[in-house]
T-cell receptor
Framework: GDSVTQMEGPVTLSEEAFLTINCTYT??????LFWYVQYPGEGLQLLLKATKADDKGSNKGFEATYRKETTSFHLEKGSVQVSDSAVYFC??????????FGSGTKLNVKP | DAGVTQSPTHLIKTRGQQVTLRCSPK?????VSWYQQALGQGPQFIFQYYEEEERQRGNFPDRFSGHQFPNYSSELNVNALLLGDSALYLC??????????????FGPGTRLTVL
């Protein structure tokens, strides 16, 4: 069935380090792919999305490319900041309606 | 624009009790989905309401039920609460006609603790 697998955390980085959070998916057809971010005590905020193969989503310095051949949507940022500390969720949208989320990756960025 | 709002923010109940959570969708949105996010996990789809009917349902028991009102707001009801129902409950909304082009907006959630 449909699912999303993302790398386990926590991921701890120093400020200005390069970030990669891996995400792979199993889906029927070609779903839209998303990264959401959740700050402590808050709900989900959309970070970026891609709707078809080879699309690159980007926002606030974060990027992810929809790779159909590897069924992946890895999140990257060239230089993280302390304010990026949060939990990141990869998700795919089934039938334009229903999200399947990964289990989340906690990112800690140290000054 | 107020976005998606949920109430209450926090709730504490005991096992066996019943609870009702509320969601008001973003202005212009007519479709509401509910998700359960257990601690340390990703959100899981409970069900979706459109035109006051349950349109899709995830793998949740019948203890979980819902309702949508004519003004598109929605309630999630959970009966016979179990300790395992402790979670953050998230509501998301979208306009049905924009499913293929827009993105669902999530509310801040209701934190339910079952003792």
């Amino acid at each position: 069935g449909d699912s999303v697998t993302q790398m386990e955390g926590p991921v701890t980085l120093s400020e200005e380090a390069f970030l990669t959070i891996n995400c792979t998916y199993t889906a029927t057809g070609y779903p839209s792919l998303f990264w959401y971010v959740q700050y402590p005590g808050e709900g989900l905020q959309l970070l970026l999305k891609a709707t078809k193969a080879d699309d690159k989503g980007s926002n606030k310095g974060f990027e992810a490319t929809y790779r159909k051949e590897t069924t992946s949507f890895h999140l990257e940022k060239g230089s993280v900041q302390v304010s990026d500390s949060a939990v990141y969720f990869c998700a795919h949208l089934y039938n334009f309606n229903k999200f399947y989320f990964g289990s989340g990756t906690k990112l800690n960025v140290k000054p | 624009d107020a976005g998606v709002t949920q109430s209450p923010t926090h709730l504490i109940k005991t096992r066996g009790q019943q609870v009702t959570l509320r969601c008001s969708p973003k202005s212009g949105h007519d479709t509401v989905s509910w998700y359960q996010q257990a601690l340390g996990q990703g959100p899981q789809f409970i069900f979706q309401y459109y035109e006051e009917e349950e349109r899709q349902r995830g793998n949740f028991p019948d203890r979980f039920s819902g309702h949508q009102f004519p003004n598109y707001s929605s309630e999630l009801n959970v009966n016979a609460l179990l300790l395992g129902d402790s979670a953050l409950y998230l509501c998301a909304s979208i306009r049905q006609g924009a499913l293929r082009t827009d993105t669902q907006y999530f509310g801040p959630g209701t934190r339910l603790t079952v003792l």
